[in-house]
């Protein structure tokens, strides 16, 4: 049992569809992350949420939207994507101290299919 | 901006021998984490290995060591008595200290188990 949990897995949405992704993390992290993963290229870091409060956009196209309620739950809010926005969405989360990162645990991807 | 970059997009070994994966990167930080992450193909990202840039000796975990060579920006990843289950999708990462968990990723190596 991975201490991130992605849902869905699999999506399959139209360009004019809503949908959200759903990120939880077991592991009493205090951040989150969003990341991309496309073919034949190295993962973009996408968002960023220390302590619940959003510190980082990457110049992400406001397509995408990120919610973070508590430590502990991140979602990806999709609308009116594009076929090249068809990727492996990451999620992961660390323990971020004054000083101390540690390394980041990352969920199983969701792979989104825009068509 | 800090780049990461992996020359080898595939490689092959058979069970049991010695493979090594290299990796270098751009920086002007002196103290940095930098990482080696496993993608088998559940997708799951997993941590391999962890060097912190002011330690000198290198990380080692069991089958898993690298070779840190901080004036040469290097940090190859040796895996030794390679087994099946190593057949992965290996991915160099770049952490700096100040940064949270923030990682900039390589483009990442395919790596390929014969039996």
């Known amino acids: 049992e991975t201490g991130v949990t992605q849902t869905p897995r699999h999506l399959v949405m139209g360009m004019t569809n809503k949908k959200s992704l759903k990120c939880e993390q077991h592991?009493?992290?205090?951040?989150m992350y969003w990341y991309k993963q496309s073919a034949k290229k190295p993962l973009e870091l996408m968002f960023v949420y220390n302590f619940k409060e959003q510190t980082e956009n990457n110049s992400v196209p406001s397509r995408f939207s990120p919610e973070c309620p508590n430590s502990s739950h991140l979602f990806l809010h999709l609308h009116t994507l594009q076929p090249e926005d068809s990727a492996l969405y990451l999620c992961a989360s660390s323990q971020v101290l004054t000083g101390v990162n540690t390394e980041a645990f990352f969920g199983q991807g969701t792979r989104l299919t825009v068509v | 901006a800090q780049t990461v970059t992996q020359s080898q997009p595939e490689m092959s070994v058979q069970e049991a021998e010695t493979v090594t994966l290299s990796c270098t990167y751009d920086t002007s930080e002196n103290n940095y984490y930098l990482f080696w992450y496993k993608q088998p193909p559940s997708r799951q990202m997993i941590l391999v290995i962890r060097?912190?840039?002011?330690?000198?000796q290198n990380a080692t975990e069991n089958r898993f060591s690298v070779n840190f060579q901080k004036a040469a920006k290097s940090f190859s990843l040796k895996i030794s008595d390679s087994q099946l289950g190593d057949t992965a999708m290996y991915f160099c990462a770049f952490m700096r200290v100040t940064s949270g968990s923030r990682l900039t990723f390589g483009e990442g190596t395919q790596l390929t188990v014969n039996p």
């Open positions: 060097q912190e840039a002011y330690k000198q």
């Open positions: 592991l009493g992290h205090n951040a």
